[in-house]
């Protein structure tokens, strides 16, 4: 279906809609709020961690790394405050007074930063920290003096072999734990091999111990696997499906640490600003000025909506009208969603209508079909209860065909009323191809007169199908082809197999179907000549029972002819063994 323009989309005017409010909106308030955030944004900006704010935090970061209680930082508070001529505080996350560099408890309104070596506040550190643990904060890594000094000598080789291979490399101590060598340009497997050669790498009583217990929590954390953490956090082994063992081994070290490090606390630090109270403060008169801009907003917004919803909605109260009202057509205005609505609903009040006609159609040809052996049958009842005719075998033989036609065109409707409903059931088995066909042509060599049916199977295929109803489609094909057939006709029936599919041919040599008539012979009660009797012409149901039943099966039905030459019939279905 072709798309409505962007311009002319109801989607893009409601959105254009959105838009002007929005704007409306943002305008209003922005003179309104302007001098009044002013203030507030030179305060925040003046508020961003200055370089006092940041040496403050480090220092009360190494300080919790290296305590387990705040009991002496009030000397540091007192150093640092001196320092930067800023009073300093601290209480607990409950608010709690722990500390300060005054004797006042008072603390300003805004607090600066949450001191915590294992999750250190990133804009306020001076160097970025991995995994967001402080490196000082080693706990139970901290080497004794005899293997520190161990490690310290394995260090130095290490940085010796990498300075051999004209690489640049440093060791950096980290406050009672390992020492780290760095480098500039040597690769990760370059520094890792020169740790491997001078045994650097291998842990220390103290650090082993410690990475068990890591290892320990970091398994109760996956809930299985065979992770192992090794020196530097990294780990090796196997983890479970969907865990994340990176996350595990940083929540696992912060578990382990949490004993040997201070509690969390609250960093407050003093200023003029912060003692002065709020940033700022709205006077009445400003608060009411809002107020009223705000609700004229509104008021426009709700006016400008209720307006363009009415224009919008037009159409839909004119649709649901003719809806219950009956009407056939609508004009269509505008080329919008609301026009293809109504587009889409003429053309649902046609397919009505003409549903409507054929309908009637099918009624009428149901009446005309059961009522010409109905009359027959009646009239020969009359005529021997009149003593016009005899009733000897002759007659008794002519009403019992009648009365095969009616339950013929009964069981047709059924089959035809069980597809529509999707009840047209299936017992599907497995089947020999030609074996079904050389009965169905058995069955109607019988009561074909001088046509000659012949089949021309290739191979012997062996299906899963109905044999029932696959019996009926073909018989109904064969009944068909047999009926247009002049004497001394052959109709040949055929089948092979087209890559996955069964293919099923009848041929016959009769006049053939027009061009125009074509599409129309799968259609219930259609013939290409009106004036033919059930008698010559059929009822016109068994080629649409072929299509139900070929769709039933997964299948399809189609013909092609030429007029002169005679029809072919083809189903071709799923071919499942």
Not at 53 to 76: F, G, K, N, Q
Not at 267 to 288: E, K, N, Q
Not at 332 to 346: H, K, Q, S, V
Request: glycine letters at 6%; charged letters at 25%; hydrophobic letters at 40%.
């Amino acid at each position: 279906m072709k798309r409505v323009p962007l311009h002319r989309s109801l989607v893009a005017r409601l959105l254009a809609l959105s838009l002007v409010v929005m704007l409306c909106a943002v305008t209003a308030t922005a003179w309104l709020a302007a001098q009044s955030t002013t203030r507030a944004i030179v305060q925040a900006q003046d508020q961003w961690p200055s370089a006092d704010e940041r040496m403050i935090y480090d220092e009360l970061v190494a300080y919790a790394a290296t305590h387990t209680d705040w009991s002496e930082v009030r000397p540091l508070l007192v150093e640092l405050a001196t320092r930067t001529s800023r009073p300093i505080s601290l209480s607990d996350p409950e608010g709690e007074y722990l500390a300060g560099s005054e004797t006042s408890t008072a603390r300003p309104a805004r607090r600066s930063a949450l001191v915590d070596p294992l999750y250190l506040e990133g804009y306020l550190s001076p160097e970025p920290a991995v995994r967001g643990i402080d490196w000082r904060a080693v706990g139970p890594y901290r080497l004794t003096q005899a293997e520190l000094e161990t490690v310290y000598e394995r260090m130095q080789a290490a940085e010796s072999c990498l300075r051999d291979k004209d690489l640049d490399a440093w060791l950096s101590a980290e406050n009672g734990g390992r020492p780290t060598l760095n480098s500039e340009n040597a690769s990760d497997a370059q520094r890792a091999a020169c740790a491997r050669e001078s045994g650097a790498d291998v842990p220390t009583a103290t650090e082993r111990r410690a990475l068990d217990e890591l290892t320990a929590l970091t398994y109760a954390c996956l809930r299985g696997g065979t992770v192992t953490v090794r020196l530097g956090f990294t780990w090796t082994g196997r983890a479970p499906a969907g865990s994340n063992p990176r996350t595990c081994i940083d929540d696992a070290l912060r578990m382990q640490l949490r004993p040997y490090v201070a509690p969390r606390a609250i960093l407050y630090i003093h200023d003029t600003a912060s003692v002065t109270g709020p940033v700022f403060d709205l006077s009445r008169a400003s608060t009411m000025r809002i107020a009223g801009v705000s609700a004229l907003v509104l008021a426009v917004a709700v006016a400008i909506t209720l307006v363009v919803g009415v224009r919008m909605s037009r159409p839909l109260r004119a649709l649901t009208r003719a809806a219950e009202q009956g009407v056939a057509r609508l004009p269509i205005r505008g080329r919008d969603e609301i026009g293809r609505l109504t587009t889409a609903f003429n053309d649902l009040t046609e397919r009505r209508e003409a549903g409507e006609r054929q309908r009637q159609a099918m009624v009428n040809d149901i009446a005309h079909e059961l009522g010409t052996p109905l009359t027959n049958i009646r009239a020969w009842l009359q005529a021997a209860r009149d003593g016009v005719a005899d009733p000897d075998p002759e007659l008794l033989d002519l009403l019992a065909d009648e009365a095969d036609v009616l339950q013929h065109i009964i069981d047709d409707l059924r089959d035809l009323a069980a597809a529509d409903a999707g009840r047209l059931r299936l017992h599907p088995e497995l089947v020999y191809v030609n074996e079904l066909l050389d009965q169905v042509a058995a069955a109607h060599r019988s009561r074909s007169g001088d046509v000659t049916i012949v089949t021309e199977p290739v191979g012997d295929p062996e299906v899963i199908l109905d044999p029932l109803r696959m019996r009926q489609a073909v018989g109904n094909l064969l009944s068909n082809a047999i009926r247009h057939s002049p004497p001394g006709a052959t109709v040949t029936v055929r089948s092979r197999l087209d890559g996955d599919d069964l293919v099923i041919e009848v041929v016959d040599a009769g006049d053939g179907i027009s061009e125009d008539d074509l599409p129309h012979v799968f259609t219930r009660f259609w013939r290409a000549d009106r004036s033919r009797s059930r008698h010559t012409g059929g009822s016109g149901l068994g080629l649409a029972i072929v299509r139900d039943l070929a769709d039933a099966h997964g299948g399809t039905v189609t013909a092609t002819s030429r007029t002169g030459h005679g029809s072919t019939f083809t189903i071709r279905l799923p071919a499942r063994a």
